[in-house]
């Protein structure tokens, strides 16, 4: 047995998200079906950093697996699970790591990026690999905003109801806008991990001050209460991406 | 009656090219029945600068139709358009015209751009939006075969054969191509009027030298003998957009 740590790409539009679900199709269990092949169709369950929901994407999801017998050629499976997967998945890297590796214990931070179309006429090109947004945003309140996310903060107020982890705390160490051109917006946010929805919370609640109908305290105001209603509406899931999971160890 | 110039954008991606076909989805079609509905549901016919193929794109595809009574406002109708219109089509811009304004036979040059990924693995988000190329390519022998198809020639070598035109020649002002980062290159072509596929063979053909398997000397062997034989594949569909029509008047 040996274990693999794999960097793969997808785009989520036709996807129920990353994580296998009965009767649909997932990231998860389209790189399942082609490793099983590949363990001479002995069944591989993966291993990911975490979870994406529907439809958004990755351009760094990390994962792990183990094939049957000893070390193999990194970049010939590498080849291999990329031209075997569907188009919408592209394998990038594959690397042979310790037996006891985990793409999802092994401490890690993780970088998202949130992109944003904000202009009269939604471009149809990335109409499904960016958010749009028709209304005026003011660039400086946004990026106000965003500077009182980071830090080490109880996230319930940003986390989708009925969340099932008990410890809410996280830490981000970045929380970024950069404007693109007149058009075009991205975010960046990393951090020691994210709640379920929280980045799309997040920037629901950016977007909704940037557009001035929320004062920028209003963001402290939802970390100290925790209330989920103080904040915005989710942002499409169309304008995310899992950009890079960056782990404690010489491995990246 | 008023006629209407406009400018739109779309992703060919699932549409069976731009002219209408029996039982088949097209561009044309699909602001067909949205004009008809804004006209009391009197049919429209409306008149593109010239057809696209199937999966090839437009930033800016130039069409012009006629709608019954006054002069309605220009942004109201660019709006009513755009939103009513399926989400693989904008409206960018709406024009009143003279009467006998005609996007096809009004004189226009034509801007096509080809997009294409270099890489070792095929970016998934691009998929549909971009052409893909795995193996290597001399950018500077691309450029010379270019700069071989820049002039006034015969383009049949160029076409596909059962091509109905009788004249095929054509001037080409622009034929460049530029790297826009170490995985990308955008090619350009400007001129007076394109042939049935004729920027996909110039394409396909450039890549195969660029690839090192034809000559740069090629370039004039096709334009000598006028046979298609001697190119190279026709590019795929994917990475062609129609960037802008120019006509000859002040309205642009």
Request: glycine share 8%; net charge neutral.
């Amino acid at each position: 047995m040996t274990r693999y740590k794999a960097i793969i790409a997808y785009d989520g539009t036709n996807f129920a998200g990353f994580q296998s679900q009965t009767n649909q199709r997932t990231v998860q269990e389209e790189i399942e079906k082609v490793l099983t092949k590949l363990n001479s169709f002995e069944p591989v369950i993966l291993q990911g950093s975490g979870r994406t929901d529907s439809g958004v994407h990755a351009f760094g999801q990390v994962i792990h697996f183990d094939l049957k017998g000893q070390a193999r050629d990194e970049e010939r499976l590498r080849f291999g699970l990329d031209t075997q997967t569907p188009a919408d998945i592209a394998v990038k890297q594959v690397k042979i790591v310790a037996d006891d590796w985990h793409a999802r214990y092994h401490k890690h931070e993780k970088i998202y990026e949130y992109y944003l179309e904000n202009a009269v006429t939604r471009t149809p090109f990335t109409r499904n690999t960016k958010a749009y947004f028709r209304y005026p945003l003011d660039f400086t309140l946004m990026q106000e905003a965003l500077s009182q996310l980071t830090g080490t903060h109880d996230f319930t107020g940003f986390t989708a109801s009925g969340s099932s982890v008990d410890d809410k705390v996280r830490s981000i160490y970045q929380a970024e806008i950069t404007q693109l051109d007149p058009e075009n917006f991205k975010f960046i946010f990393r951090g020691n991990g994210f709640l379920y929805k929280q980045v799309r919370n997040m920037v629901g609640t950016v977007i909704k001050i940037g557009n001035g109908r929320m004062p920028v305290s209003q963001i402290t105001a939802i970390l100290n209460s925790k209330n989920r209603e103080l904040a915005g509406p989710t942002a499409a899931p169309e304008g995310l991406y899992l950009k890079k999971v960056i782990y404690d160890d010489k491995d990246n």
